[in-house]
């Protein structure tokens, strides 16, 4: 059995016997994490054992919690509100999750090792480093965690690693598979895409490796959650939006509810269109109005290939459509103005529905366009390979390099958002793919992936040193201007083990 430096060296001292050499157990490896990346303070406590438990899971998830702060009065993340919330509530958590931390066995003697709570009467184990987001986000926010987590990492006297947000995300089902009871490995497996879609991003990724991904497509303009948020304030009558049961500004919640009110068995009422010309076509309501595909009117039609996202134009289209509605047949703005305050729910309900279709219906076409181009470009290197077989005897179908689709971040809980996504890949005879979705509560931004994103690029050997800066702004992509993941520029990169 494996045992310390220090135990050899006091053998070797002689100052214990050989056969009085003690059995140290190679323990799980144990992180606490931290994010503070927009308006949600979470910290975690996550254990990967070292060797698969019997019947049991790879990692344990001692703690996770988190507060956010209330922007309700301002509609919208506050970045000075959101701060003092950080800083109100941060240590508070950290406390707490201290007195999660697994109890030292009898086995384990090294006080280097030994966390005490206040009360000075259970020993616990250390972690053997600190996970903390660094980017992106809004920097000062950032910032808080990644300050605490220098505190820590120096008052413990063990490392750090710095995570990337949107790659934490990305990981988060590996996470699941992680935690769940005997797992066979960590799924999915690399490569495969990720589609990141919150309030701050909107991201096509294919995803290589641990550090290595590839931009595909990327929003031109806002992300979508922002995109829903705000149409969602447009379109919600105002007792719901003044309700004092609502205490989130993310209002895509509460927009959905209200499309849907059966929540617990929604019915949809949607068929995916099986072509380019259905998807473009379009929907006329029996209302004064309806809502085109993004990018399907540019002219010539040149940018409906486009693997870019933009959502400005649904968003002007439905306040255009609440201040003054407009002919749906003429394709034209009404312009005298009506009063909000007329609309009827149904009206209001409708709109809800057509545009979280109109803006799924644009993700998961591009999420199509890029299988596409993925499987042509296999098709020709197969090709290739095989001069001697025509390109047509290559079946198209097994030329793609993934065969799973990831969808992260706090918009992947939206549950029709995850029906259209189905139904669209279906309808375009993608139906081999397979769509993962975290649990609704790993969505949206917590420390839980985070730790686990830690817990990945410890093992890989990634260490960040305590010099490191929080960023605002950081790409994914090694193409990027900025280097991506393992870039090393605005406040330092990452020191490999």
């Known amino acids: 059995m494996p045992f310390t430096l220090r135990a050899l060296a006091r053998v070797r001292s002689g100052l214990i016997r050989p056969n009085h050499v003690p059995i140290i157990t190679i323990r799980s490896l144990l992180t606490l994490a931290i994010e ?89 184990q250390k972690p053997d480093f600190i996970s903390v ?16 987590a220098k505190a820590l990492s120096v008052a413990w006297q063990i490392p750090m690693v710095g995570i990337h947000h949107m790659q934490a995300h990305a990981l988060t089902p590996r996470l699941v598979t992680a935690l769940s009871s005997n797992p066979d490995d960590c799924r999915p497996q690399f490569p495969f895409l990720s589609l990141l879609v919150s309030g701050g991003h909107t991201l096509l990724l294919h995803s290589s490796s641990l550090t290595d991904y590839r931009t595909l497509a990327t929003t031109v303009d806002v992300a979508l959650g922002n995109c829903i948020d705000k149409v969602a304030r447009f379109i919600l009558p105002a007792r719901i939006l003044t309700s004092p049961s609502v205490k989130s500004t993310m209002y895509g919640p509460i927009l959905e509810r209200f499309a849907f009110p059966c929540s617990s068995n929604p019915s949809y009422d949607y068929q995916a269109p099986a072509t380019r010309h259905e998807e473009f076509s379009r929907r006329t309501t029996k209302w004064p109005w309806s809502f085109s595909t993004p990018l399907s009117q540019t002219r ?46 149904e009206e209001r ?23 596409d181009d993925l499987a042509r470009t296999r098709r020709l290197e197969d090709a290739a390979a095989a001069p001697d077989s025509p390109i047509s005897d290559i079946d198209e179908r097994h030329s793609l390099p993934v065969n799973t689709l990831v969808v992260s971040g706090g918009v992947a809980a939206n549950k029709f958002l995850r029906y259209v996504l189905r139904a669209f890949l279906d309808a375009r005879c993608y139906d081999d793919i397979e769509l993962v979705f975290p649990p609704l509560e790993l969505c949206t931004d917590n420390a839980a992936m985070i730790a ?46």
């Not at 992106?136 to 605490?148: C, D, I, K």
């Open 36 to 124: 503070t990346s927009c308006d949600d303070t979470s910290v975690a406590i996550l254990e990967k054992h070292a060797s698969k438990l019997e019947n049991g899971p790879a990692a344990t998830l001692h703690f996770h919690e988190k507060v956010t702060s209330n922007n309700v009065a301002y509609r919208g993340v506050h970045p000075v509100v959101s701060l003092e919330s950080h800083q109100e509530n941060l240590a508070l958590l950290i406390n707490k999750a201290v007195h999660y931390l697994p109890e030292k066995t009898n086995q384990e003697s090294d006080l280097a090792k030994t966390v005490y709570t206040s009360n000075g009467l259970r020993a616990r």
């Open 300 to 345: 010539g039609g040149q940018r409906s290939r486009d693997l870019d996202f933009t959502f400005t134009g649904l968003e002007s289209a439905v306040e255009r459509a609440i201040g003054y509605g407009s002919d749906s047949w003429a394709e034209r703005t009404v312009t005298e103005p009506r009063d909000p305050e007329q609309i009827p729910d």
């Open 133 to 148: 987001t660094r980017g992106p986000g809004m920097r000062s926010n950032v910032a808080v965690g990644l300050e605490n």
């Open 452 to 497: 686990w994103a830690g817990v990945e690029m410890w093992e890989a050997g990634y260490r960040s040193p305590l010099s490191v800066r929080a960023r605002r702004r950081w790409g994914m992509d090694g193409e990027d201007e900025d280097g991506g993941i393992l870039s090393t520029g605005e406040g330092g990169g990452y020191l490999r083990v």
């Open 349 to 371: 309900q409708e709109m809800a529905k057509e545009v979280m279709r109109v803006a799924f219906e644009h993700l998961a076409s591009r999420v199509v366009l890029a299988l």
